[in-house]
């Protein structure tokens, strides 16, 4: 089974794959990102699904890379017979999906072998197969898949297989598209004019960015990977890929990341935002407000690409998972947990919108209105945190700064931008939280603020206090938090986002996981704010080199195995190279890039 981090993305705004080093399509779900996979072989084998498209001699590709600045992946084999480049691609989508790939002989004469293995529903259904107009045609169910190339096919143990000799020069391309069965077949892709239609919109797309600085490079990959997480028809952004790749490898915190995280989307505000992409911010910003249209109360932490409320959790138990990782898992029960911390960040992704120079609309002041009011009823009832614990609810700091966070944002609306609502309420709504936590948040024996009121644990996520304006950078009580976190969950170097043992066991789960790719640069940009920006950018590099060869991040990283760990490629960690960038580059003081001016101290 290929590493994590031997995976290169593909998508095309609707949904992604995933290729390997040797390349096989491990991971595809269609039509959506959301939608069951027809290959899964990622979680269990190539009996899950899977197409392989590589030399005859098989192995890892001797080098490969994206083209430029696009998702068009190159692959390249050095042979005894010759070399050959494999380019991958899913373009731009019009009547239907398509994964194209295009075989070019470099030099000499390279055998070749395709093997294609279509499963639908996570690799529990088995195809009808015929041939047909040259090529073939898969039906199952709701799903039909084409294959189109000019080379002769086969049947082979349930496969579908082509043996073919490229020379230097040649190109022989195969197409796979999916169409809903009961439609007709769609129009045939052109390989040659698809690749130029693709290299040309991912070329246009990111010469929009504005970052400018040591670290270009990294991040336009990491802005070109977010944009492929982002469901065009609807502007929702993904958390990540995949579904249940593990946390801890063979346990069983595997988790269901295909839908939109309203935390985590609002991280990737920011990060487009900073970097020139407000077409992104205005369509989220629109997706948002349909999403959550009706009872703030019935705010959920995520949802569907379309705003689908209900994200049933079920177990794929035909599937063994990867490296053993069971259960698979489809669908996600935490979207009815409540995490405080949610209605906070929404509202500060609204602001942080309004500030960037978006309109205002009526609707998303309305909505912003009608999450203030339930703040101010539930603002001090218990939670389950934005790590999704699975074990009681309880007062967590974190969640607290963000309901401060989400009433000062309306404050700063109506004092600068002149919208209606009762100011002077909100302000001393927002100073009774913040008494709040500081006296039950804080321990001023070990001079830190703890995970929740009473706890002897620590979070990662107390690093963004002065992120979002709580306290200022120069607070001893900031620096104190700091310094704590830095040692208390420090893992080789990284940070974990708590210690699962602490306080009995937070999480009710079992297992560990390893160092969280987004705390870790979150503490980057803690150590930059307290003014060690050498440490910060030492950090920062470190985390650059636990990317793989094409530039993805997966959630964790396990540094006992000094591997990639989690759902792939995950849009916190990405957001998170994109921001540190922003911050260690913008300049040589701290900044607050989500509140504005800060508050005074207190």
């Excluded at 977010?226 to 952004?237: E, H, M, W």
């Excluded at 004092?415 to 309420?425: F, I, K, M, T």
């Excluded at 979002?468 to 620096?479: A, E, I, K, T």
């Amino acid at each position: 089974m290929a590493l994590i981090e031997d995976y290169a993305l593909l998508g095309d705004l609707h949904t992604a794959a995933l290729v390997s080093r040797d390349g096989a399509v491990d991971w595809l779900c269609l039509p959506r990102f959301d939608s069951p996979a027809c290959f899964a072989a990622l979680l269990d084998d190539e009996k899950a699904g899977s197409w392989r498209l590589a030399p005859a001699s098989g192995g890892p590709a001797t080098r490969r890379g994206y083209r430029g600045d696009t998702l068009v992946l190159s692959s390249e084999w050095d042979t005894p017979e010759g070399t050959v480049r494999v380019l991958d691609f899913m373009p731009p989508r019009g009547e239907a999906p398509d994964v194209v790939r295009i075989v070019e002989g470099v030099s000499g004469r390279v055998p070749m072998r395709m093997s294609l293995r279509l499963r639908f529903d996570y690799g529990s259904i088995v195809p009808w197969v015929r041939r047909q107009d040259g090529g073939l045609a898969a039906v199952a169910g709701p799903d039909a898949v084409w294959l189109r190339t000019p080379v002769p096919l086969h049947g082979d143990d349930s496969a579908t297989t082509a043996e073919f000799t490229v020379a230097e020069g040649e190109r022989v391309p195969f197409v796979l598209t999916h169409r809903e069965s009961h439609l007709p077949h769609p129009k045939v892709a052109d390989p040659e004019e698809s690749l130029r239609d693709t290299e040309r919109f991912w070329t246009e797309w990111i010469s929009r960015c504005r970052y400018e600085g040591p670290w270009s490079a990294e991040v336009r990959r990491a802005l070109v990977t977010l944009k492929a997480l982002t469901y065009r028809p609807t502007g929702g952004i993904l958390a990540a890929a995949t579904t249940s790749l593990p946390e801890q490898f063979g346990g069983a915190r595997n988790w269901d990341y295909r839908y939109c995280w309203l935390r985590d989307a609002t991280f990737t505000l920011q990060a487009l935002l900073g970097t020139g992409y407000t077409d992104e911010a205005r369509q989220w910003r629109e997706w948002l407000v349909r999403a959550v249209a009706g009872d703030p109360a019935d705010l959920q932490i995520m949802y569907g690409l379309d705003g689908t409320r209900r994200l049933p959790e079920s177990t794929l138990d035909w599937l063994a998972g990867y490296e053993g990782s069971s259960p698979v898992r489809a669908g996600n029960a935490a979207a009815g947990q409540f995490q405080l911390d949610v209605w906070g960040e929404v509202l500060d992704g609204l602001h942080l919108s309004r500030e960037a120079g978006l309109p205002t609309v009526e609707p998303a002041w309305d909505l912003q209105r009608g999450l203030l009011d339930f703040l101010e009823g539930h603002w001090d009832q218990p939670d389950n945190s934005l790590w999704e614990v699975r074990g009681p609810r309880r007062h967590f700091v974190h969640s607290k700064v963000m309901a401060w966070a989400g009433v000062d944002r309306a404050v700063r609306t109506v004092e600068h931008h002149g919208l209606d609502g009762p100011a002077d309420s909100w302000r001393s709504l927002r100073d009774r939280i913040f008494d709040d936590v500081c006296a039950h948040g804080y321990d001023a024996e070990r001079g830190t603020f703890t995970q929740f009121y009473g706890s002897r644990g620590l979070d990662a996520a107390l690093l963004l206090i002065p992120r979002v304006g709580f306290l200022p950078w120069s607070d001893p009580r900031v620096r104190g938090t700091v310094d704590a976190v830095r040692k208390e969950l420090d893992h080789d170097g990284f940070l974990r986002r708590y210690d699962p043992d602490a306080d009995g066991g937070v999480d009710g789960l079992e297992g560990q996981e390893g160092a969280f790719l987004a705390c870790s640069f979150w503490l980057a940009d803690a150590l930059h704010g307290t003014g060690r920006t050498a440490e910060a950018r030492r950090l920062f590099e470190r985390l650059l080199d636990l990317r793989n060869d094409v530039g993805l991040l997966s959630e964790e990283y396990d540094t006992t195995r000094g591997r990639q760990a989690g759902n792939t490629p995950q849009a916190f960690s990405m957001v998170g190279l994109v921001n540190t960038a922003r911050h260690l580059t913008a300049t040589d003081e701290p900044v607050d890039t989500r509140a504005g001016t800060r508050p005074p101290h207190r």
